[in-house]
């Protein structure tokens, strides 16, 4: 998979060369490029935003940088095979779902907006050559879309066949059936006075199994009851 990332942060960046995803890019599973924004301008002070028309507080990007970023990346004329991300508490929500979609993708390019957001015109004229979404990554605002586009690449680089050593660990973790995922335990069997459930040491894996559901239930009842089907919410 190659994923583009444009900036005016590329330091921003630099963690994606550490663990998983730093393996992951090394032995070319997934080919990350970042762009600095600024190398789209041609004035002395490399501007990239001015003031809103309508007025408001705030300033917005300017959509030449923009047009000459995506001109590089994905060039006019053609459709390319791509999803363009913008990230913006303005967006559709980003689910599990929708990282296991986009990890299907053979190209994402993230569009890391700063300030008020980009000219609404951007998102606009790209859509003529790629598929476009705007994705939240929850009800809060960050300052700009690097530190969104991180965790978006590191949910979607990991669903890369390769990329986690061991499918089978992205089987069984939270969202993956629509529940938060069981408690987990290790060594030592009591820790601190605290000791591990007996159920899980039994050997008997039809009960482990059981127990570990009941658990994933349970603590989404208690945290997250918006995930479960209404009837089953309310159930105690
Ligand atoms: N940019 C600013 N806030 C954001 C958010 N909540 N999700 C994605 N991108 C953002």
Not at 57 to 69: H, I, K, S, T
Not at 129 to 151: F, H, I, K, Q, T
Not at 156 to 165: A, N, T
Request: contains cysteine; hydrophobic residues 40%; negative net charge.
């Amino acid at each position: 998979m190659r994923v583009d990332i444009i900036t005016i942060f590329p330091e921003f960046f630099g963690v994606l060369d550490v663990s998983l995803l730093g393996r992951a890019r090394r032995e070319s599973l997934l080919d990350l490029r970042v762009h600095d924004l600024r190398d789209c301008t041609h004035d002395r002070h490399r501007t990239v935003d001015d003031t809103p028309y309508g007025g408001g507080a705030g300033m917005v990007m300017r959509p030449e940088p923009w047009g000459e970023a995506f001109d590089a990346l994905l060039p006019e004329g053609e459709q390319h095979d791509a999803v363009v991300v913008f990230p913006s508490p303005a967006g559709v929500r980003f689910t599990q779902p929708l990282a296991r979609e986009l990890a299907q993708v053979p190209r994402l390019v993230f569009a890391c907006g700063r300030y008020e957001g980009i000219d609404a015109r951007v998102a606009q004229h790209i859509a003529g050559r790629a598929r476009v979404l705007e994705v939240s990554l929850g009800d809060y605002v960050l300052n700009g879309g690097e530190v969104a586009s991180m965790a978006m690449i590191e949910a979607i680089g990991r669903l890369v066949p390769g990329v986690v050593g061991n499918p089978e660990s992205l089987v069984e973790e939270s969202h993956e059936a629509g529940l938060l995922e069981h408690p987990s335990y290790t060594k030592p069997q009591v820790w601190r006075g605290l000791e591990v459930p007996e159920v899980l040491r039994s050997g008997n894996h039809g009960a482990i199994a059981a127990w570990r559901r009941e658990q994933a239930i349970e603590r989404t009842r208690r945290v997250r009851p918006d995930l479960l089907p209404p009837e089953a919410a309310e159930a105690r």
